[in-house]
């Protein structure tokens, strides 16, 4: 038998039971949105960030701390920051090792094992070569294109054979007292790659990090929704996407020659040095997109894509499990391929399709613009009581309801049309 005191004490259990499932089903219950915001690292890159979490959240820790992680990489691996550490590897002419920060040595380690396996198409100690074709930290007002006396000193200062890294205790050491190197080819995959790591680690299980035009992503948006990316088609001074990818735990990075080059005597030079020749490559790629699981191999690797040819790639990209969307310049049209799994959600043009799409807008300007013409000469006979002159395009024989013959609008008939009025 329950007493008075043991039953207002179960009425107030049950109503702070009731309470708290209430709360916990309204939690539970809230609507999930995208939330984003963007800004710049590594001086001028801009960087977004989209995560799935409640409207209500309030993101301000956790966009200090996203700010924090892209400053760190940019201390660590810059070459324009005079006090970075591969600013002072650079500057330093010591065989020793060189201590560097556990994330330093992590990247130069993944940069030396990919340069191994393109045979040296990727190569971190390019920098000479890239400052002396002006498109590194020093650029100036000034350029001249390098003789091949002068290109064949510069290839004696780089080589990833003369670079070393160890993991623990990290550390780097240069054998040549002059190499230098440059992780921009890299580095923008790493800090991709540690942004979407620290928002997992702050509980935004779904989220997109994107850093000049690399990305990647995690999880779904609301509604199971998939994460969707664009890659661009290469025409310069032009927006346009050539198609699109669905993103489930990958990343995505492409490197192309359309946005950044050089111009020297009238002859546009692509950004991409080739390690093994000293100079800008010359081929027919334009674009190369590479799906991997992390950023950092797809930024490395779309690099060393813009030097190799069609065979090598294939033969990396298969043996990298990778996914390859190539686009090269044949004469005037582009040519597409790819490799591996690429999960289009919007598939590239086809040739045929893209011939269409060329002659469509021509074929309609024309029948607009005779349209318009044939509306200006009716308009002259129906409102301005003026006469058309010229040829009746084959209707002199049409016989009017009053019997007359469709000729008779017109008053300075085609000889054609008089020597049919005559029969």
Not at 189 to 218: C, M, N, P, T, W
């Amino acid at each position: 038998m329950i007493n008075r005191s043991d039953k207002w004490r179960y009425l107030g259990l049950s109503v702070l039971w009731t309470l708290l499932a209430t709360g916990f089903t309204s939690l539970s219950c809230a609507e999930d949105v995208v939330l984003s915001w963007s800004g710049y690292t590594m001086g001028p890159i801009t960087y977004v960030v989209k995560v799935v979490a409640p409207s209500e959240v309030d993101l301000t820790e956790v966009q200090n701390e996203i700010s924090s992680v892209l400053d760190c990489v940019n201390h660590r691996m810059s070459t324009y920051l005079p006090d970075s550490e591969v600013s002072r590897f650079n500057k330093s002419e010591s065989p020793d090792w060189f201590e560097v920060s556990p994330q330093t040595a992590v990247v130069i380690s993944r940069a030396q094992e990919i340069s191994r396996i393109t045979n040296g198409a990727f190569d971190i100690t390019v920098k000479p070569i890239v400052e002396r074709w002006n498109m590194g930290a020093g650029k100036q007002d000034t350029f001249t294109v390098p003789s091949a006396e002068e290109t064949a000193r510069l290839k004696l200062r780089i080589g990833f054979e003369k670079l070393d890294v160890r993991i623990d205790p990290p550390a780097i050491r240069k054998v040549a007292p002059d190499l230098q190197i440059d992780l921009s080819a890299i580095a923008k995959g790493y800090a991709v790659d540690s942004v979407s790591e620290k928002l997992q680690e702050l509980g935004f299980v779904s989220h997109f990090v994107e850093i000049g035009g690399e990305v990647r992503a995690h999880g779904m948006k609301p509604n199971e929704q998939p994460w969707i990316v664009g890659i661009e088609r290469p025409i310069p001074n032009i927006r346009e996407t050539d198609c699109t990818v669905v993103l489930k735990n990958q990343a995505l990075a492409t490197s192309g020659d359309y946005r950044n080059f050089v111009e020297v005597g009238g002859k546009r030079r692509s950004h991409t040095i080739d390690p093994r020749t000293g100079t800008p490559v010359e081929n027919s790629m334009v674009s190369a997109s590479v799906l991997a699981s992390d950023c950092m191999t797809a930024d490395a690797y779309a690099t060393a894509f813009m030097v190799l040819g069609p065979e090598e790639i294939d033969r990396v990209s298969i043996a990298e499990s990778l996914g390859v969307y190539l686009i090269q310049q044949e004469g005037s049209k582009l040519q597409r391929s790819f490799s591996g799994e690429i999960p289009f959600q919007e598939a590239p043009p086809s040739e045929a399709s893209e011939a269409a799409s060329t002659i469509f807008p021509l074929f309609l300007a024309a029948f607009v613009l005779f349209g318009l013409a044939v509306l200006g000469m009716a308009s002259g006979v129906i409102l301005s009581n003026r006469t058309i002159k010229g040829s009746c395009g084959g209707i002199s024989g049409t016989t009017n309801p009053d019997g007359s013959t469709s000729c008779s609008v017109c008053q300075n008939p085609a000889s054609e049309c008089r020597d049919k009025q005559a029969n």
